[in-house]
């Protein structure tokens, strides 16, 4: 589903996915909040439910850090090829003439 919401280009379609998406998530949470509260006793759940969203808290906390962690190790990266290509831009600017050339020539024969 992801893929095809990524692929799209079409406004219409986007929305229609994204709402199917969401269509099918609120299946899923509600299915698995019908079984967790049929397969536990009353005693159980306000311990179930808190558990659920102590993993739920710490996942989204963690993920958060680690792509924060990412995104400003990437910077980094994005920053220097910057720099490296600014300044080696004639060589890289030829060898794009080059393969557009040749990408031409090719569909020329």
């Known amino acids: 589903m992801a893929l095809l919401f990524g692929f ?3 406004a219409l379609t986007a929305l229609l996915l994204s709402f199917l998406s969401g269509m099918l998530e609120q299946r899923k949470g509600i299915t698995l ?3 967790m509260q049929k397969a536990s006793s009353m005693e159980l759940l306000p311990k179930l439910y808190s558990v659920k969203n102590v993993i739920v808290s710490l996942g989204f906390g963690l993920s ?3 792509f924060g962690w990412i995104a400003e190790r990437a910077g980094r990266v994005l920053i220097i090829s ?9 060589i890289f600017f030829s060898l794009g003439q080059l393969y557009v050339l040749s990408t031409f020539l090719k569909r020329c024969h």
């Open 8 to 10: 799209n280009e079409i």
């Open 33 to 35: 909040n019908l079984y």
């Open 64 to 66: 958060t850090l680690l």
């Open 82 to 90: 910057y720099v490296y290509l600014y300044i080696n831009r004639k």
